[in-house]
């Protein structure tokens, strides 16, 4: 049972949803499916940004038209439909990771309680009752509805909630007498991604003391990693974390709490992609069950994470000149106040989110230069030192459910019965 795990949910609602989302032993398929939902989230990318694009012309494309359409049950009526509706219109269509999945997930739970109308805050009104329904979800919650579900007639004494706040969960099913909070997770998902601090001279993860307050689960796999290599020996690579979980499962158990801290759900719902022609299902996960339900082999340090910083020539003199070093390694070189490398050992750096635009070009797994070179010479690139920036190490906890053992998903049932 992991350390961190709440409930603060109604217990009586949580495992009745738990049965039907694990319904006589079989999972509850995602709409629209996995394939379909990634089909968009490419198509997307594909798009030119600031384009606005019709939202009927984007679902043709994307093969989502006509009796396709009907039968997927895709439309007005979606949280789906209405965010991709809203990005195109703007010509911005970049998306947060998950967040075409998460809508999929709110419209499946909402149709296990037929809710089929949906209210969005981008909407001029709203009917009447909802307000005061309103009244009883805490207001952290719905200060940051995105979109509600609702069944018609009722007056909302059923609603789901699908939040848009970065530390709240993604959704709260909310009946009278009370609520459930739901987090939704892709099929290879993270609980969780931190930067490290940054790395000192010999590549070490500095753990500072804020880090060790805010992640102290995750302090004994950096210290761990600390005393058995350093940045610079996976440079451009990952670190797996199996062999430290294998030895020391407590240490996944402070990981995995640390994160329940931060949220507080009261089930997770996982998707799980059985093979070609089967359909995306979701797999129920209490926070209680969480190491013994997920496999957490994918879990590593990054070399190079997500984010990064500028590199200044005064401030970061050990960095600059390590950066020179790698260089000159490259047949590059740096002279009258800039870089100059050859183009072909140089990678792009995509945008993030968009296919087709390169932010910046690749050194190595730790260097990049941000931007487009100042100038080009045959098949040379040159690069201001002010464009110098590195990235900075991270870890993240990824998981995957596990769907072979059937006796777990009937402890987690009895587990909410005691």
Same mark, same amino acid.
């Given at each position: 049972m992991a350390r961190g795990a709440r409930r603060a949910?109604?217990?009586?609602?949580?495992?009745?949803?738990?049965?039907?989302?694990?319904?006589?032993?079989?999972?509850?398929?995602?709409?629209?499916?996995?394939?379909?939902?990634?089909?968009?989230?490419?198509?997307?990318?594909?798009?030119?940004?600031?384009?606005?694009?019709?939202?009927?012309?984007?679902?043709? =494309?994307?093969?989502? $038209? !006509?009796?396709?359409?009907?039968?997927?049950? +895709?439309?007005?009526?979606?949280? *789906?439909?209405?965010?991709?509706?809203?990005?195109?219109?703007?010509?911005?269509?970049?998306?947060?990771?998950?967040?075409?999945?998460?809508?999929?997930?709110?419209?499946?739970?909402?149709?296990?309680?037929?809710?089929?109308?949906?209210?969005?805050?981008?909407?001029?009104?709203?009917?009447?009752?909802?307000?005061a329904a309103l009244q009883r979800v805490n207001n952290a919650d719905r200060s940051v509805a995105e979109y509600i579900y609702y069944a018609p007639r009722d007056e909302g004494s059923s609603l789901l909630m699908l939040l848009g706040g970065p530390n709240t969960t993604d959704m709260l099913l909310s009946k009278t007498g009370g609520s459930v909070r739901i987090e939704a997770k892709g099929q290879l998902s993270k609980l969780g991604e931190y930067?490290?601090? =940054?790395?000192?001279? $010999? !590549?070490?993860?500095?753990?500072?003391?804020? +880090?060790?307050?805010?992640?102290? *689960?995750?302090?004994?796999?950096?210290?761990?990693?600390?005393?058995?290599?350093?940045?610079?020996?996976?440079?451009?690579?990952?670190?797996?974390?199996v062999p430290m979980i294998n030895e020391h499962p407590e240490w996944l158990e402070g990981a995995v709490g640390g994160y329940l801290d931060e949220k507080s759900p009261d089930i997770f719902l996982i998707e799980h992609a059985p093979g070609r022609g089967k359909p995306t299902v979701l797999v129920p996960a209490l926070p209680e069950f969480l190491c013994k339900a997920l496999d957490f082999s994918g879990s590593e340090i990054r070399s190079n994470g997500r984010n990064h910083k500028k590199v200044r020539k005064d401030a970061d003199e050990p960095y600059f000149q390590m950066a020179i070093e790698f260089a000159l390694k490259l047949g590059g070189?740096?002279?009258?106040?800039?870089?100059?490398?050859?183009?072909?050992?140089?990678?792009?750096?995509?945008?993030?989110?968009?296919?087709?635009?390169?932010?910046?070009?690749?050194?190595?797994?730790?260097?990049?230069?941000e931007g487009a070179p100042i100038a080009m010479s045959g098949d040379e690139m040159s690069f201001s030192p002010e464009s110098l920036q590195r990235t900075k190490p991270s870890i993240s906890i990824h998981a995957r459910p596990r769907v072979d053992d059937h006796s777990l998903f009937l402890e987690e049932l009895a587990f909410l019965r005691d």
């Amino acid at each position: 049972m992991a350390r961190g795990a709440r409930r603060a949910g109604d217990v009586r609602l949580l495992r009745s949803f738990f049965k039907r989302v694990y319904a006589n032993g079989d999972f509850l398929p995602l709409v629209p499916s996995w394939e379909m939902l990634r089909t968009m989230e490419e198509r997307l990318k594909a798009s030119e940004e600031g384009i606005a694009c019709d939202i009927a012309d984007f679902l043709r =494309d994307c093969g989502l $038209d !006509g009796d396709a359409e009907k039968a997927l049950n +895709f439309g007005a009526q979606d949280a *789906g439909y209405l965010l991709l509706e809203k990005k195109l219109r703007e010509g911005k269509p970049h998306l947060r990771p998950m967040e075409l999945h998460e809508c999929a997930v709110a419209k499946t739970v909402a149709a296990l309680y037929g809710m089929s109308s949906i209210w969005s805050k981008d909407m001029d009104s709203s009917p009447g009752w909802l307000t005061a329904a309103l009244q009883r979800v805490n207001n952290a919650d719905r200060s940051v509805a995105e979109y509600i579900y609702y069944a018609p007639r009722d007056e909302g004494s059923s609603l789901l909630m699908l939040l848009g706040g970065p530390n709240t969960t993604d959704m709260l099913l909310s009946k009278t007498g009370g609520s459930v909070r739901i987090e939704a997770k892709g099929q290879l998902s993270k609980l969780g991604e931190y930067d490290f601090p =940054d790395i000192d001279k $010999d !590549g070490k993860l500095v753990i500072d003391d804020e +880090f060790r307050d805010k992640r102290q *689960g995750l302090v004994p796999f950096a210290a761990e990693f600390n005393r058995r290599t350093s940045i610079f020996e996976i440079l451009g690579s990952n670190y797996s974390l199996v062999p430290m979980i294998n030895e020391h499962p407590e240490w996944l158990e402070g990981a995995v709490g640390g994160y329940l801290d931060e949220k507080s759900p009261d089930i997770f719902l996982i998707e799980h992609a059985p093979g070609r022609g089967k359909p995306t299902v979701l797999v129920p996960a209490l926070p209680e069950f969480l190491c013994k339900a997920l496999d957490f082999s994918g879990s590593e340090i990054r070399s190079n994470g997500r984010n990064h910083k500028k590199v200044r020539k005064d401030a970061d003199e050990p960095y600059f000149q390590m950066a020179i070093e790698f260089a000159l390694k490259l047949g590059g070189r740096y002279e009258g106040g800039r870089f100059v490398l050859p183009a072909s050992k140089l990678e792009p750096r995509k945008e993030r989110g968009k296919a087709n635009s390169i932010s910046g070009w690749k050194m190595n797994g730790l260097f990049y230069f941000e931007g487009a070179p100042i100038a080009m010479s045959g098949d040379e690139m040159s690069f201001s030192p002010e464009s110098l920036q590195r990235t900075k190490p991270s870890i993240s906890i990824h998981a995957r459910p596990r769907v072979d053992d059937h006796s777990l998903f009937l402890e987690e049932l009895a587990f909410l019965r005691d």
